[in-house]
């Protein structure tokens, strides 16, 4: 570099006019005004970047990226009744998606069913309703399991739904070796930000080796973990907290099943991520680059694993959905398109897009449309796809990709230093983490010194907020409620209990839970009569209610 | 001493997102305001209980989850009961300006949806405070 060039150059930046603004990321740390060569003295193309396909695959985990195969277009849906839900996933099958997405309600996510007092005015609102096989049977009703991939949102549960759709499979003729897709079953970010835990850590880690167990013998082709920063990210984390605390969580996995004796060639393959892509474009793209990085390089070094595909961080990613607005809601369209953006720039292999409307209330047919239609704008009309990670070798991108990596590593050893990622998470360290990140973001926005469009700048006067949106019908709950009541009268209830009774002598004796709660799907337990039966020997977890 | 504005925060029913919660809670510590947050999965009797025995002047509900119609409602029927004629009951969350003003209009104070001002909810406690509780002292 033209060190002459470069000092005339901060000579005539520090003399030029500045606009009245703060350049920080939206995790709110300072960026650089550009790039310069300086910035990667250390750097070697080969160790940092590599080809993507290859270690450590900063670049990509395919050859040929989106050249070979798209990312896989998933929308969540899911709202009111089985019926409902069903009818969505067909429509948006019929719309070019290509995978399904399944949003529970809260009680389903919080092991109660549709009956439970605790359930009272939540069943059908925020996802659609599940409590036993039947709900099941109705909601995968003529969409065939052997020909579409599904994702389920679903954690402390997530043992008794992947039973229901096991179950649901057998049913079409479908052996548990052809099913393809996800459960969440992240429970280490339920206790760090989302907060939909059930059991206490311990029991629930258990379990979740268990599913581990199950499927690496059984399903093959299933995804057993998203391990999930979108979580952690939307409870008001930064970038670089959702990047640290999501691969602490993986790891905290992969230590559990290598402490069951499983092999970590053989789980691995399995495992997936789930990332947020945020309003700031460069930050988030760089985000993703290190994620793989930093994954690619513990596996191989620190635990040893051998296969290539151990090694590689695979992810889904939804655009923010806290940085949408009710104000101006249009505007939305713009925001979620530039996030889009920045997960196909980071390489990301399924994308969420979400709706206009989703600051009110579930999204509309219309809304969702137009989220879809964005991410195939960006696949087939601009280009973006046909070339791999074209930021890669920029000083700017590249030195941000290191920043994010150091950041990273030095909370690992935070995390560490606590005694690992569930003693910080009792000690409450995430969370206040987050809780302080979020708290300053939305300083930032009360005193200006960010600005949201429509919010605290360029608002309307007078706006009335008018978008047409979902409305869930009361109807829902007691429809459900009714055939919950018929079920628990029409299916034998002898073979019920007795299998209940076994679900908890094996939780006792610390036996695989999965073979025998498959049985009790299939007998129609419910959703909450296992769990009640698990908490009776779990336990069940309380945090403390600080701020 | 002066009197602060005694305000119980709190989460209702099985939505664990307390991002808001949280930073609502914080804010209003920070504005002056003593602050008791309730923390998560609690049914509207566990509030009100708990407003009584902490004597609030103001009971804020933080809500994500869509049940705001069954909550707020319920909230203010056990407010009645329990002659609670001097406690505020507002709040904030994922609410359309149809449901907020049906809830308005039962008897809530005013109701914050997204992309509400922080500053502004914490005027409008003050504001309230001042013209239902005796004397204005805060500040």
Known sequence: MDQKAYKRWQEEVKKAKTRDAKFITASGNPVELMGIPDMLEDFDYDRDLGMPGQFPFTRGVHANMYRGRLWTMRQFAGFGSPEDTNARFKYLLENGQTGLSVAFDLPTLMGRDSDDPWSEGEVGICGVSVSSLRDMEILFDGIPLDKVSTSMTINSPAIILLAFYVAVAEKQGVSPEQLRGTVQNDILKEYIAQKEYIFPPNPSMRIIVDMIEYCTEKMPLWNTISISGYHIREAGSTALQELAFTLADGFAYIEAALERGLDIDEFAPRLSFFFNSHNDFFEEVAKFRAARRIYAKRMRDKYGAKKERSWILRFHTQTAGCTLTAQQPENNIVRVAYQALAAVFGGTQSLHTNSMDETLALPSEKAVKIALRTQQILAYETGVPHTIDPFGGSYFMEDLTNKMEQGAEEYFQKIDDLGGVIPAIEKGFFQKEIAQAAYRYQVEIENGDRYIVGVNAFKEKNEKIEIPLLQVSPEVEKRQVERLKALKRERDNTKVNSLLKELRQAAVENKNLMPVIVECAKAYATVGEMVNTLKEVFGEYRESADF | ?139
Do not use: C
Not at chain 2, 101 to 111: A, D, N, V, Y
């Open chain 2, 1 to 139: 001493m002066e009197k602060k504005i005694r305000v119980l925060v709190a989460k209702a029913g099985l939505d664990g997102h307390d991002r808001g919660a949280k930073v609502v809670a914080s804010f209003f510590r920070d504005a002056g305001f003593e602050v008791i947050y309730s923390g998560l999965r609690q049914t509207p009797q566990m509030i009100v209980d708990t407003a009584l025995q902490e004597d609030v002047d103001v009971i804020a509900i933080s809500i994500l989850s869509g049940a705001h119609m069954m909550v707020f409602p319920k909230i203010l029927e056990l407010m009645k009961k329990n002659n609670m004629n001097d406690v505020l009951l507002t709040g904030g969350g994922i609410m359309s300006e149809d449901d907020i003003k049906k809830l308005e209009e039962l008897g809530t104070g005013r109701l914050f949806g997204p992309g509400s001002s922080l500053k502004e909810a914490v005027e409008y406690i003050r504001d309230w405070y001042r013209k239902n509780k005796k004397i204005p002292n805060e500040e």
